[in-house]
């Protein structure tokens, strides 16, 4: 599975890519491409810039009035500035660092994406509900109380049901933005377990603090420090003998 | 050595000090209204003109006097005072102009009413040519209320976590549909209070509808918007001042209406605000 990584379509690419926050920069020259059904993980120290990295993908660091942008983001080769923000985004799901869930019933959470994007049809949605909460492992425990608020769900349970509205919406790839932060271990395990099964059918990139998490997850690690991207490499020669000794040493702990 | 538990009874000695003397005078006012102006209240009182130069009969003219001008001023200033906090808060650019805006709204709900009222004459009244009227007088109360109902709205649309905002655009809607199916239903509380603020104050005031639309006396109702006609507060101040002799029973009377007004008025929005609250859980 790891040894193929050349031989996937090249989903996002990513080149020279550069972003100031007013005077600030969070993102230097990078460039590196991102391979269909894989899961990248994306490590590095806080402010290393790899949070604002992911938010490139689906063009929210844009929210942010004072960003400048330079480089090229394309999406299977199309520019990305040149596609609909609300058609990438569909295409281009996030899952965040908190639990998020809107001030919405579990169903109408699901199906919020879905609705936004024009369906009616309630058969058609309750149908999408309940795959996605199946693909998220989340249905079993909730299929009984679909109309409570979300917010009644606890932690772990919020994330689930979080990416299962990503899935709603049928999305290509899947940003995951230190999903597990806040989660105990057993949560933890389950989010990672549904990652896993997502890559079958999605692409995913997955930014975390969580050095093991990056090499129990991650077909590809990348490591950012200070806004560069220092190297990326096939995860398991990542861990093993990494290319850099700044590389080495965030793996062992030594700073970040 | 100061004794930590002593300073923190003289606080909490302050703090509920403070309470008392903001309760006990409302508490006064309603309870005088109430004693003095119930004596008046008969059907006869609500539903009957005015009679023997107003020192008998009723207040009727004067009650839907008022709550024709309170239906104008809110039906005018909502909508236009919701729009505007929306593209203040969602869409306007973070810059100089903006925030010189936004200090603008926030110092006109400070202007004094009469200085509305001066501004209703000379531009509804006179340049627009709609003479003393209830399209004058609405106009007038919507201008006033409409920096309370502009601020209070805005600072309901920016509580709204930008969390669900990024959630709501990281699943593709568009920004109109987050603001309409995420940022608003959640900011409404927030946006009926700032209208309950601006009803309380378009029933209550007189100086803006003094030049603009109140009529002295006039036991009838009004055929159109272009109609001048009595109202509650007006009333009050006439009664009260302008003419002789009229009983302290009356005067309170009409007091207590619209009293019973402005708190029903209230009572309506806190319970719609209440029903809204219930599902608001984060």
Not at chain 1, 130 to 151: H, M, P, T
Not at chain 1, 160 to 176: K, N, Q, Y
Not at chain 2, 36 to 41: N, R, S
Request: with cysteine; aromatic share 8%; charged share 20%.
């Amino acid at each position: 599975m790891v040894n193929d990584t050349s031989t996937r379509t090249i989903k996002f690419g990513v080149k020279d890519l550069s972003i100031w926050f007013g005077n600030v920069p969070a993102l230097k020259h990078v460039s590196l491409d991102i391979r269909s059904n894989m899961i990248l993980s994306v490590i590095g120290p806080s402010n290393s810039g790899k949070t604002t990295f992911l938010r490139m993908l689906n063009r929210m660091n844009e929210l942010n009035q004072n960003s400048r942008i330079e480089g090229e983001v394309t999406l299977e080769g199309d520019d990305i500035k040149n596609v609909d923000v609300e058609i990438l985004r569909k295409r281009v799901g996030m899952v965040f660092a908190l639990p998020l869930p809107l001030p919405l019933s579990i169903f109408d959470n699901v199906a919020y994406g879905v609705r936004m994007h024009g369906l009616k049809d309630k058969r058609v949605l309750r149908e999408k509900v309940e795959v996605s909460l199946k693909e998220a492992y989340l249905w079993e425990e909730v299929k009984d109380r679909l109309g409570e608020s979300a917010f009644k769900l606890s932690g772990g349970q919020q994330q689930r049901l979080c990416i299962a509205r990503t899935l709603a919406v049928e999305p290509e790839v899947i940003l995951f933005d230190e999903p597990c932060s806040g989660l105990d271990p057993i949560s933890t395990a389950k989010v990672e377990d549904a990652m896993v099964e997502l890559k079958q059918k999605y692409t995913v990139v997955l930014v975390t603090n969580n050095v093991k998490q990056a090499a129990r997850v991650g077909d590809l690690t990348a490591f950012f420090l200070g806004g560069e991207l220092i190297e990326i490499d096939k995860t398991d020669k990542m861990f093993t003998a990494p290319g850099d000794k700044r590389t080495d040493g965030y793996i062992r702990g030594k700073f970040g | 050595m100061r004794n930590p538990y002593r300073s923190q009874k003289i606080a909490y000695a302050f703090l509920l000090l403070s309470t008392l003397l903001i309760v006990v005078p409302v508490g006064m006012i309603v309870v005088i209204i109430i004693q003095k102006g119930l004596p008046a209240m008969n059907w006869q009182f609500l539903s009957d003109i005015p009679r023997q130069g107003m020192r008998a009969g009723g207040i009727f003219p004067a009650i839907v006097g008022t709550l024709y001008l309170v239906t104008g001023a809110i039906s005018f200033a909502l909508p236009i005072g919701l729009l505007a906090a929306i593209y203040l808060s969602e869409y306007s650019r973070d810059n100089l102009l903006t925030r010189i805006i936004k200090l603008a709204i926030v110092n006109l709900a400070g202007v004094p009413s009469v200085v509305y009222g001066l501004f209703g004459l000379a531009l509804f009244v006179i340049f627009f040519g709609f003479g003393a009227s209830i399209l004058s007088g609405s106009l007038t109360l919507g201008i006033m209320i409409l920096p309370v109902i502009i601020t209070t709205s805005r600072e309901a649309l920016e509580s709204v976590p930008a969390s669900f905002r990024e959630v709501s655009l990281s699943l593709g809607a568009s920004k109109w549909q987050t603001i309409r199916h995420i940022v608003l239903p959640n900011a409404l509380p927030g946006i009926l209070t700032g209208t309950i603020l601006g009803l309380g104050r378009a029933a209550g005031e007189t100086a803006p509808i003094l030049f603009t639309v109140a009529a002295f006396y006039l036991p009838q109702l009004p055929d159109s918007i272009m109609d001048q006609v009595m109202a509650l507060p007006y009333h009050l101040y006439v009664i009260s001042t302008q003419v002789p002799n009229v009983d302290e029973k009356i005067r309170y009377g009409t007091a207590l209406v619209l009293l019973a007004m402005v708190l029903f008025m209230n009572l309506i929005a806190i319970i719609i605000r209440h029903k809204f609250r219930k599902r608001k859980k984060w």
